[in-house]
């Protein structure tokens, strides 16, 4: 069971690069979600998703696409790159989104860098 | 709307010293109340969690006590121990809000041996 995965742990990209970050979870669960992380700032929500084929902005989506084809997978998609959107990445997971009480298990995080 | 407001770092304690990290919150309803957990180079952790009101999370040797009059649910440990060194968040979420989590801006605790 290795929980929340992130791929990749570092990224550098040019300004106006595309790329994608990688999410994928092995739990089972149905809610999946995408926050970044800046200093003095905690986390901002991007994306969310409340199972296959379902989801919807967050606090700060403008940027980034996401789309959900399976339960266990959730990629961010950065369009245009700009340096505005240096920051850590986390993707995070849930067993229930309805309720509001579960745990939401987080990965590593990838730190991107846009020069 | 919802908030979160966490006391400003980095906060620097010797072994063995007993920790405080404020937290109040701003929610309409009943929120849920979580400390996350952030060691140096890994992602957030559950450290505790408290859904009504008078309820007291504890794990670890933390505790935190959610208190509805004052609108506050702060972090204290007794003892704290070097491997207690990292970034806590609190945090918070109401059922409406689809499983969204609301963070403060976090505080990075050192202890020193």
């Known amino acids: 069971n290795a929980g929340v995965t992130q791929t990749p742990k570092f990224q550098v990209l040019k300004t106006g690069q595309s790329m994608t970050l990688q999410c994928a979870q092995d739990?089972?669960?149905?809610?999946m979600s995408w926050y970044r992380q800046d200093p003095g700032m905690g986390l901002r929500l991007i994306h969310y998703?409340?199972?296959?084929?379902?989801?919807d902005q967050g606090e700060v989506p403008n940027g980034y696409n996401v789309s959900r084809s399976t339960t266990e997978d959730f990629p961010l998609r950065l369009l245009l790159a700009a340096p505005s959107q240096t920051s850590v990445y986390f993707c995070?997971?849930?067993?229930?989104?309805?309720?509001?009480?579960?745990?939401?298990?987080f990965g590593p995080g990838t730190r991107l860098t846009v020069l | 709307g919802n908030s979160v407001t966490q006391m400003e770092g980095p906060v620097t304690l010797s072994e063995e010293a007993f920790l405080t990290i404020n937290c109040t919150y701003t929610a309409t309803g009943y929120p849920s109340l979580f400390w996350y957990v952030q060691y140096p180079g890994e992602g957030l952790q559950l450290l505790l969690k408290?859904?009504?009101?008078?309820d007291k999370g504890s794990n670890k040797g933390f505790e935190a006590t959610y208190r509805k009059e004052t609108t506050s649910f702060h972090l204290e440990k007794g003892s704290v121990q070097v491997s207690d060194s990292a970034v806590y968040f609190c945090a918070l979420n109401r059922g409406s809000t689809l499983g969204r989590l609301y963070f403060g801006r976090g505080t990075q605790l050192t202890v020193w041996p």
């Open positions: 739990m089972n669960h149905e809610y």
């Open positions: 995070a997971s849930s067993p229930d989104f309805t309720g509001g009480v579960n745990e939401q298990f």
């Open positions: 998703s409340v199972g296959a084929g379902i989801t």
């Open positions: 408290a859904t009504k009101a008078d």
